[in-house]
Nanobody
Framework: QVQLVESGGGLVQAGGSLRLSCAAS????????LGWYRQAPGKQRALVAIITRGGGTNYADSVKGRFTIARDNTKNTVYLQMNSLQPEDTAVYYCSARSLLHGYWGQGTQVTVSS
């Protein structure tokens, strides 16, 4: 089992920044991909950004140029730096971890962007 603990969500004005962190613990040896997804009210959970152990990244088109994902393999932690936040970024943000056979989710952290 892998446990994921997110932190860093909150309320911010449009144009502001937030940094999310997610610390992984447990059976993390086989974890390759770490990432962030988000779910807005009434919408399905959607990809924000993912990063492989080797540093390869993939971003949703809506966040390219504004969000940056990074990971520290020594700390088993993944970060999401979010700049130029807009009201449409308001959602619950979930950390994810994937190995070849298993996927895991964090409990989610709320990000609210006011206009």
């Amino acid at each position: 089992q892998v446990q994921l603990v997110e932190s860093g969500g909150g309320l911010v004005q449009a144009g502001g920044s937030l940094r999310l962190s997610c610390a992984a613990s447990g059976s993390i040896t086989g974890i390759d991909v770490l990432g962030w997804y988000r779910q807005a009210p009434g919408k399905q959970r959607a990809l924000v950004a993912i990063i492989t152990r080797g540093g390869g990244t993939n971003y949703a088109d809506s966040v390219k140029g504004r969000f940056t994902i990074a990971r520290d393999n020594t700390k088993n932690t993944v970060y999401l730096q979010m700049n130029s936040l807009q009201p449409e970024d308001t959602a619950v943000y979930y950390c994810s971890a994937r190995s070849l056979l298993h996927g895991y989710w964090g409990q989610g952290t709320q990000v609210t962007v006011s206009s």
